[in-house]
């Protein structure tokens, strides 16, 4: 058998229900134990031995939905939890106060694993199958991170208590890592060259799916440009005004006529962040959000440089000053399937997740909420798939990090298929059992998947010459701002 189905808190289940779902996690995980190596069941005991904890845990990270550079209290949870497992902690690290890095062991190999818990604004939402904010305009975990740090610091401890029994030998590193929606936190660690002495990273993602991921993601930048011009009465003496956010206009118009003659891979974004406060003054200052993506750095940098050349071009237009000010931006992630082969090990060793009435029921009322087919949920392991060139999808600060070190990513399903991402939909379900199911899987598949590699150095050889050659000539170089981190209040 190859299966896992268990129940949470955050169901409406009781007596009997309840008591037949304990009843059938502890037959399944009975049966999945017994078809895995001693050592990698007591992995596998680590997680499921600390469920209600991890589950409070995210739950508060959750209900806290703390934004980027802001996450104060979601941070003090875990990097609390950390050091009282026996972790050493230092908090505050790159200049981020709510970075942390937690370290156990001593030694080669070093082997480090992500965790991020901040949220995205505008989306609060209570664990329901309806919109329904929580709170009016706040913020809401619709990319998971609730979870993902969780799951990510289980898997950590799990490895420290094999450390403990004498099973493996080496340090495990988990890296607090803030602002993953915004700011890109894991590019200042880079920086600082905290990721440099690892010989594998690791990370998960809250998905639609189970599967081991090897597909690349997009290479990113992103950029202010404000103009600046003259005010001046809009009816009166509007010959006397210079508007900035005329250049804003042309510079916008510029972008969508140059859309047609770039590659298929780009993805060019903007925002009016600011163009004048009323209508009757021509306004002199604009400011506009631009943020470009392919699916390798070098293409990502030429649309960009043209893109700074249209910014000019509308300012001369519109005989206004400009300025252009880097936020951050990302590298694409090079893939490391050597290492994606032991994660889908791994996931094949733990099997599907499946689910209960209530939750299949939760999943279509979310589908049926947001305009989708009611097929339920997905808890099924996926082949690993072919590594495409040009995968399309999203970015991530994931990205950096694998360009320094073997990176083997996972993602697990804590949402139904075809649920928009970024959304209250995935919101609702990182609150209630599907998410914290997700959750505990991940935290055992990379368990197991650190434990195989700390026991192989062959195999930590392989991935390191696979990262090599993907690699090749191109050199790091972090895609930063010389003034360091915007944390909110920083002067």
Known sequence: MRSSSFSFPGLNATGPALLLSALLFLLFSGVMRAQMPAAKGRLVSSVESRQ???????????????????EGESAKILADYAEQQGFRVERGVSEMPTAFIAEYGSGQPIIGILGEFDALPGISQKAVPTKEPLREGAAGHGCGHNLFGVGSLAAAIAIKEAMQRGEIKGTVRFYGTPAEEKYFGKLYLARDGKFDDLAACLDWHPAPKIEADVQSS????????????????????????????????????GINAYREHVQPTVRIHTHMQQAGDVVNVVPDYARFWVRVRDSKRAGMVAVWERVQEIAKGAAIMA????????????????????????????????????????????????????GKKQVGIDGKVKPLEETLENPGGGSTDVGDVSWLVPEVRLGVTTAPVGTPWHSWAVVACGGMSIGHKGMLYAGKALALTMYDLYQSPATLEKMRQEFETRRGDGKYEAILPASGPPIPGKK
């Open 218 to 253: 997009l290479a990113l930048v992103d950029f202010i440009v404000e103009f600046r011009g003259q005010a001046a009465h809009a009816s009166g003496d509007p010959w006397n005004g210079r508007s900035a956010s005329d250049a804003m206009e042309l510079m916008s118009a």
């Open 52 to 70: 209600a904890k991890l589950i409070e845990m995210s739950d508060k990270i959750w209900a806290l939905a703390e934004v980027a550079f802001e």
């Open 319 to 370: 005989n206004v000053d400009y300025e252009i000010t880097l936020v951050s931006g990302l590298h694409e992630v090079l893939v490391n399937r050597a290492g994606g082969e032991v994660m889908q090990q791994n996931l094949e060793l733990l099997g599907d997740i499946t689910y209960t009435p209530e939750e299949v029921a939760f999943a279509h009322g979310i589908q049926e909420a947001t």
